[in-house]
């Protein structure tokens, strides 16, 4: 039982951790962009003064409030309706990555000091970086940074088409 398990734990695993590295590698640019665009000064200020215990009470809302839109989005895709569930799953992911990392970001020091969230944090870390140590990830790493180059170019002559026919016009 142990052989079956071990090679499905990875798998699964390797697919937790892809699905979470692409819609981080969208949510930490919308995260930058709410902090330039938006003073929260007095609600940053508010969640730096909460305990630790506060501090995981409240860095766990968004998990536990965003957490059932992935059933909600399977169901709507197992109904055929598979682009609201699309739309519903990552709209729903990136909010929840969103929340969470802004307000990780603000009460790590804290979160740290809880004997079990700073373990189980190290063990997420331990995994994290052995999956980014493999072969496979670095594929994907390389795949998927060759994907966004070739999305850059294509936005850039997009925009120098609709630049020149703007031109054209005048």
Known sequence: MKRILKPVTYIAATIYFLVDA?????????????????????????????????????????VIILE???PVAAYL????QVVSGAVTFMVGELLKLVLVERLFQLTRDKLMRIPAFAWAYGKYSEVKAWLQATDAWRAIRALSRAARDTLVRARARLVGGFSKLAASRD
Request: include cysteine; aromatic fraction near 14%; hydrophobic fraction near 50%.
């Open 22 to 62: 692409v819609f981080m590698a969208v949510a930490k640019p919308i995260s930058r962009w709410i902090e330039r665009h938006f003073d929260f000064r007095r609600l940053r200020g508010w969640i730096r003064s909460l305990s630790p215990y506060c501090s995981l009470a409240l860095f766990s809302v968004p």
């Open 77 to 80: 895709a197992a109904t055929g």
């Open 68 to 70: 059932p839109i992935k």
